[in-house]
């Protein structure tokens, strides 16, 4: 958890909910003093798809998350470890549940998704990915020999 703090410069704050997911209200909870230097500031909505609980959230849910966000200047992540889960839940195309649900950054689990070894990141924000590459090697995560990774995710 340390590392993550570290690496995206934001201190992570949990938040309880009956059934594993986030929403606008518990959201607002944890946004507090706003422009106090001396309180941590708000910086990403960060969920998992589906949820530690197995539920899965709705691309509405997903917008509605993603529009709050964005209004209130934060990024939104999704932890997709599971995601193809989700996708075959509720039969839809993974952009709708992405892209189009105006996620800026997804954790992409390979092995979890069907590939043998491998984890990616995916940034719909482009800006969000600009340091990305160093912050990759200085958490060991440039793997030699990438190129046989990544022709699983070509498979995929």
Do not use: W
Request: one cysteine or more; charged letters at 20%.
């Amino acid at each position: 958890m340390r590392c993550l703090e570290k690496n995206s410069n934001c201190k992570i704050i949990p938040v309880s909910t009956s059934n594993g997911k986030l929403t606008i209200d518990l959201v607002k909870k944890c946004i507090k003093r706003i422009g106090d230097q001396h309180y941590t500031q708000a910086k990403v909505v960060s969920i998992s798809q589906p949820t530690e609980y197995g539920t899965v959230y709705t691309i509405q849910e997903l917008k509605e998350l993603s529009d709050y966000a964005h209004s209130n200047h934060m990024i939104f992540h999704v932890d997709g470890a599971r995601i193809a889960n989700a996708v075959a839940y509720l039969g839809c195309p993974i952009h709708e549940l992405t892209m189009t649900a105006g996620i800026d950054v997804l954790s992409f689990g390979g092995t979890k998704n069907g590939i043998m070894l491998g984890e990616a990141v995916v940034f719909f924000d482009k800006q969000l990915s600009i340091d990305f590459k160093y912050y990759r090697k200085q958490s060991m995560q440039l793997v030699s020999k990438m190129r046989y990774i990544s022709a699983q995710f070509d498979a995929l």
